[in-house]
């Protein structure tokens, strides 16, 4: 995800607001050093909102939707809040939540929320869970492997961004 948005112009999307796992020390990190490296008159304003995990690596699929309708009770008033105009989001399951209240707020017509999904680099012959799961609500589908274009038809291809 950092590596797409090394690419954007942050002056003409701020605020931006990042949403990451609460238990994400790495991501936290990350973050800070790219807004860091980003000229101060072009950063614009930016927020780091921390909401649990839908579900952690090798959690059964029962147990998940609890945790999962807890991130999502969890996220409402933040997303609410921002109302954001653009989702863009990669592979971890904590965007499940956000996207599926951005296309909430737009089905009850309160926002076009735009949602675009890019599956993540190492998912290179099947989706993920969470790509399963958005291949029915994101506006824009893209996966970073041909064979994987292939089996999906709605998926744009634009390549590894490595």
Known sequence: MLRLLQGLNFKNYTPR?????????????KIKEL?????KHKQGEYHICKIPRSRVVNQSYITSIFTTLYAILYSIPLVFKIVPDLILCNGPGTCIPVCGLGFLLKTLFIKDVKIVFVESFCRTRTLSLSGKILLYLADVFVVQWMCLKDRIQRADYIGQLM
């Open 17 to 29: 607001y990042y949403f990451i796992a609460s238990s994400d020390t790495t991501s936290l990190s």
């Open 35 to 39: 807004e860091q490296s980003v000229e």
